[in-house]
């Protein structure tokens, strides 16, 4: 089925094919006017919808640095107490010692354990701020989150709305647009989706208004108007490469030029010519 298609589309005339490709330009247009209705929504919808992922990612991290910090904490507790039972030992040793030499290596050791716990100390308090901190973060990236979600239910209800109204009309067109692109030669429509995106206002195929292309209003030799209106070749637009129709096989009226006849000037007679000399 799809061999016959593309052989019934290769055996078509030039006129046909331009007629079939000006036909589909018009539903791809009428889609884009539908998706222009949408609007920014889809975007905005989708930034919505990012940033709600980031800040759920961020409140996760966030919560993951947390439980590091109490683990830290957990451990420097654990420090803290090994050090105290060390204290107490080395106090106790103190009683027994023998010598100066015994008495100055307790007293360090004494020393190095209470500096120990004081830095642990200051660590855990560090570690207790920096979770207050984190723990304000989370507050405001829920806080932003749950603004975001609202915004995001307003924007996908709008949204909704608007598909729903023109989901009929959008698949009505874009089956019909199916169906001529069956009928056009596989490689003509490459070329022609291709130009249509690379043209900021989707056209792919035009025609000639007023001398002139329809896509980029560049004036058009009349020869060339007339390698247009023959049919017999594909030709595009030596400026902006879109393809180009004349406007009856458009289905377009345009309006006949009127060419203003220029008023004669009276000759005068030998005659009276003669007559005004003789009288001068």
Known sequence: MAKDAKKDAADLSVEEKLKNLYQLQTMLSEIDKIKTLRGELPLEVQDLEDEITGLGTRIEKIHGEIGELNADIAARRNNIATCKASIEKYKQQLDNVRNNREY???????????????????????????????????????????????????????????????????EKLREKAKSLEATI??????????????????LGIVYVQRDACGGCFNKIPPQRQLDIRMRKKIIVCEYCGRIMIDPELAGVKTEAKVVEEKPKRRRRSAAAAEEQSKAE
Do not use: W
């Not at 120990?116 to 100390?121: C, I, Q, R």
């Not at 915004?151 to 598909?163: A, F, G, N, R």
């Not at 030669?185 to 989707?202: C, D, H, Q, V, Y």
């Open 104 to 170: 100055d290596s307790l007293s360090k050791e004494i020393e190095y354990q209470t500096l120990d716990v004081e830095l642990n100390e200051k660590r855990i308090r560090e570690a207790y701020s920096s979770i207050e901190q984190k723990n304000g973060e989370i507050a405001h990236c829920t806080e932003v989150m749950e603004d975001r979600r609202a915004d995001l239910e307003v924007k996908k209800s709008e949204l909704d709305e608007i598909i729903s109204e023109t989901r009929a009309e959008e």
């Open 185 to 202: 030669e596989p490689r003509l429509l490459l070329a022609f989706k291709r130009i249509r995106k690379n043209s900021r206002n989707g």
